[in-house]
């Protein structure tokens, strides 16, 4: 007697070996509906919304991508050919929301995700092939190293992996910093319109209390 085997649940995965991991975990982001008050689809459905970033920041992204950096997670929107829309005065979402596009990313359009690709960059002009000006053996002092170079050569592998290493630490530090920035400024922007809010009701209120006395 055979044991069937339990179906599998279907989902954003099946029948897309094509589609990348990225592009897999950003559609089902949006399809979790736990997240809708922080990141959805467009009213139209063919753009997708971060409508807060320190809350997408701290809660979604580590869940979803493994780490915390928005602005890494932007950059690799950009890879993938999504580009940023600009905001509108009747932007329903606020003017410090994050809308993104690609014209072959919506909500109703599971089918086109593999159409999405990493970027290729542009590839240089490669060299022709140098021609041999000679059929002569090369001389035993380039043909076999010696120890002393090859000592050099490991020295100087070494101290490029370093110095990769610290240019790579340098980037890792820019970014933090880049994301610290992103904070403060809509924090900042936050605090201002408050303060705006606070003073135009203040405003009000006084103008109210001053037509009171002129009655």
Request: charged share 25%.
């Amino acid at each position: 007697m055979q044991t069937q085997q339990p179906k599998q649940e279907g989902g954003v995965e099946d029948g897309m070996p094509s589609t990348s991991d990225f592009v897999k975990k950003l559609y089902k982001m949006l399809e979790d509906q736990s997240f809708q008050h922080v990141v959805s689809w467009g009213p139209q459905g063919d753009c997708f919304v971060v409508k807060d970033m320190n809350e997408f920041t701290k809660s979604i992204l580590p869940r979803m991508f493994k780490h915390s950096n928005f602005a890494s997670f932007v950059r690799q929107l950009n890879k993938y050919d999504f580009h940023k829309v600009k905001n509108t005065d009747d932007n329903q979402f606020g003017e410090h929301s994050w809308t993104f596009r690609h014209p072959d990313f919506h909500a109703d359009r599971r089918d086109a995700l593999e159409n999405i690709k990493r970027k290729v960059p542009t590839s240089r002009k490669s060299l022709p092939a140098p021609q041999p000006t000679s059929s002569r053996p090369l001389p035993p002092s380039l043909a076999s190293p010696s120890a002393s170079q090859t000592d050099y050569l490991q020295a100087q592998i070494e101290r490029l992996t370093q110095t990769q290493e610290e240019m790579s630490a340098h980037v890792r530090n820019l970014e933090r910093n880049y994301h610290d920035v992103l904070v403060e400024m809509v924090g900042f922007q936050r605090n201002m319109a408050q303060q705006d809010g606070l003073m135009q009701n203040l405003i009000q209120y006084f103008l109210q209390v001053e037509n009171g006395e002129c009655r």
